[in-house]
């Protein structure tokens, strides 16, 4: 069984906690405060190695997400996505997808 837990934030601790989570390399404040209140997060850690290694490649690399981690959870491919697109991931492009194979990168 999961559960979920919300709370409320006012639009000043909101800021405070987006600049924490992409201080530390989290890829959203939920994850953030997933850490904080229980001392670790796998798949934000693991988000946080993909990131790391992405900034290691060489530009012009192109590059599946199974290519960086290999079997990786389904929700790191949406951070990856989510964060290309909004530019929390910079000099990565998104190439899309061919048919029914994973959505490919480019390092830039």
């Known amino acids: ?3 979920r837990v919300q709370f409320t934030v006012s639009d ?3 800021e405070q906690l987006r600049e924490k989570a992409e201080k530390q390399g989290f890829p959203n404040i ?3 405060c997933k850490f904080c209140a229980l001392g670790k997060n796998n798949t934000a ?3 946080k190695l993909l990131v790391s290694r992405i900034e290691k490649l ?3 690399q192109k590059f599946f997400l199974r290519d960086i981690i290999p079997n990786p959870p389904i929700l790191l491919g949406r951070w990856l996505f989510e964060n290309i697109t909004n530019g929390s ?3 990565v492009k998104h190439l899309g997808k061919k048919g029914a194979d994973a959505e490919q ?3 830039i």
Do not use: H, R, T, V
Request: glycine share 4%.
């Open 1 to 3: 069984m999961s559960y």
């Open 30 to 32: 939920a994850e953030y």
């Open 12 to 14: 000043e601790e909101k």
């Open 105 to 107: 990168y480019q390092k």
């Open 45 to 47: 850690e693991l988000y």
């Open 58 to 60: 060489p530009a012009g």
């Open 89 to 91: 991931i910079a000099n």
